[in-house]
């Protein structure tokens, strides 16, 4: 190695932001690593991830490489950053892969606001912002989901929110998957879940997540930013969430059949939390119907917390929609497993690619990205951390390549909760980011030690990497003026 950082005996540059980890760095390996980082993100790499990755190669059907983007660290089973694509037949399907806020992702909302209009105004925006989408540990919604809307949401995906009028078909549209992963299955979602997902709609939960006053700071793909419908100073709108308690309960409960299945197939693992099963195995299809459904509930929930928010922008500015123009740009997931056609060895082949902490990053012309978009590729949303900037980017061929069409998340952490709460003040980090004209609300204290900008690797620095690579361009630099943590 020619940079300074980590000791990590056995990892090889091979490009100057693509370190190999070779065949040999553990044994069992069925493909070599892939990890993107630049120099500056070298420095914050964890041996762990590093063995992470090794791990995930070694697992049955994986294709190509086993990957991490450069926002990746250290999860359970898989690194967050990871991405690895399996043989639809042979391979394997794991919940590691796709972790435990199934379908946490990130909604971007433009307006026909400019940053000026809401001098003045945005505390009042989040106060009201605030109390209209619950936040915290266990938040309850206004919203009690029946038996039977919960198996249409867990089927349908947003579309069912779209219908009881939470929201417009363009929200549809301009959304991955048309806010709907096909295959859900609620017959596998267990009642435990669903008692945790039932209250829960239209909820912002904790650790993370968000809601983001923003505006466009600067453009750098002119072409794709009026594609985008993105121009210099207007005012955006970021909702970051997942699948709540419901996502949460139906990992858990795919996980205890996933690991008796390891033992059923034989399969040699070095790591238990890699737990999987055959793709086309009763236990792994199971899992897949109910990752599906607790998707579908994810994309709803950003549904309803948009339209909620589409509210309080109403009463506040004194303005009805069309006047606000507040348009879903786009929605993005990043943990999930999806069935997808990739080009494999000169070939085409059915897998299923495992995103868990990454974006799917689809070029131009392919027919999943939006017909609005397909000229340009679809959008790729990477938030940033309350005080630095978020980025909207735009999928590139070169994807397709090198990465399964997958780009980084976010910024990636480099202190855990708890050495966030003892580094941090949270009082003190409202203090500092109100001193920058970013206004903050949370439940707690405590809420935004755990989340300062200082335990989050440069969001700049992460895209530039994938910007460098061709898996995703820059198209806009958003900036945060007000923020609600979960």
């Not at 089973?77 to 399996?86: E, K, R």
């Not at 970021?238 to 996502?247: D, E, P, T, Y």
Request: hydrophobic share 35%; with cysteine.
């Amino acid at each position: 190695m020619d940079t300074e950082g980590p000791e990590i005996e056995g990892l090889e540059r091979i490009d100057n932001d693509i370190w190999q980890v070779p065949m040999g760095y553990k044994s069992g390996m069925r493909v070599p690593g892939r990890i993107y980082l630049s120099d500056k993100l070298f420095a914050n790499l964890e041996k762990e991830a590093v063995d992470q990755v090794a791990n995930v190669a070694t697992l049955p059907g994986i294709q190509k490489f086993s990957m991490a983007m450069p926002d990746a660290h250290v999860g359970y089973g898989f690194p967050i950053g990871g991405v690895a694509a399996f043989d639809a037949e042979e391979g394997v399907i794991s919940p590691g892969g796709v972790g435990f806020d199934i379908n946490c992702g990130v909604r971007l909302i433009r307006s026909n606001l400019d940053k000026s209009d809401v001098d003045g105004k945005v505390n009042d925006l989040l106060d009201s912002l605030f109390k209209a989408v619950p936040s915290g540990v266990g938040s309850k919604s206004r919203i009690r989901a029946s038996e039977s809307e919960l198996e249409a949401i867990f089927t349908n995906g947003s579309r069912w929110a779209v219908e009881q009028g939470y929201g417009v078909e363009a929200d549809l549209t301009h959304c991955e998957g048309e806010g709907c992963i096909e295959g859900g299955d609620p017959a596998q979602v267990s009642a435990k879940a669903r008692k945790r997902g039932r209250p829960q709609l239209g909820t912002l939960g904790s650790g993370n997540h968000f809601l983001e006053l923003q505006y466009v700071d600067e453009i750098y793909d002119p072409v794709a930013a009026e594609a985008f419908n993105l121009k210099q100073g207007q005012l955006t709108f970021m909702v970051h969430c997942g699948s709540r308690g419901a996502g949460h309960q139906v990992c858990t409960d795919h996980l205890r059949n996933l690991t008796r299945a390891v033992e059923k197939y034989k399969i040699d693992l070095p790591d238990k939390q890699l737990a999987c099963a055959p793709a086309q195995s009763e236990e792994a299809q199971a899992y897949f119907g109910a990752m599906a459904s607790a998707a579908n509930y994810a994309w709803t929930n950003r549904q309803i917390i948009m339209h909620h928010c589409r509210e309080v922008f109403e009463q506040q500015m004194n303005m009805d929609a069309d006047e606000l123009g507040l348009d879903l740009v786009y929605d993005v997931a990043h943990n999930v497993a999806k069935l997808e056609e990739h080009n494999v060895n000169g070939g085409k082949k059915q897998v299923y690619v495992h995103r868990k902490g990454a974006t799917r990053a689809f070029p131009a012309g392919h027919h999943e990205v939006p017909k609005a978009y397909r000229d340009v590729g679809q959008p790729v949303l990477i938030p940033g951390s309350m005080g630095t900037p978020s980025y909207v980017l735009c999928g590139k061929q070169s994807a397709m390549d090198v990465s399964f069409g997958s780009a980084c998340h976010g910024a990636g952490r480099v202190m855990s909760r708890s050495g966030a709460k003892h580094t941090f003040r949270g009082e003190q980090i409202q203090k500092d980011l109100s001193g920058q004209g970013i206004s903050v609300r949370a439940a707690h204290p405590s809420v935004i030690a755990e989340e300062a900008p200082g335990v989050y690797k440069s969001s700049s620095e992460v895209v530039d990497v994938v910007d460098r690579l061709g898996i995703a361009g820059k198209v806009a630099k958003l900036m945060p003026v007000g923020v609600v943590k979960g």
